[in-house]
């Protein structure tokens, strides 16, 4: 979908950790738990989240009415309450 420009690179790599998700990570076992699709679900919204695509997308739908150093704060909150 890529090569046929059916989709931005930036959806490749949103789809690629959707996938990562979905396909429980790289589990040795063949069955993730709950808690280790979480933390991926967790590691992929943090690393979305430090992109400028991402930031421009947060901007446009929340209409520029949130700065991005508020998001950073509510992602840190989040990082801290979901610590185990």
Avoid at 16 to 43: F, K, M, P, W, Y
Avoid at 48 to 54: E, H, I, N, R, V
């Amino acid at each position: 979908m890529l090569d046929s420009k059916s989709i931005t690179e930036h959806d490749a790599v949103i789809a690629q950790h959707i996938a990562t998700i979905l396909c429980g990570g790289n589990v040795l076992s063949g069955i993730a738990t709950e808690q280790q699709v979480l933390d991926l679900e967790r590691e992929a919204y943090l690393s979305l989240l430090g992109t400028q695509k991402t930031q421009e997308h947060i901007e446009f739908l929340l209409g520029n009415t949130i700065s991005l150093s508020i998001s950073s704060t509510l992602s840190n909150m989040l990082l801290s309450t979901t610590e185990h």
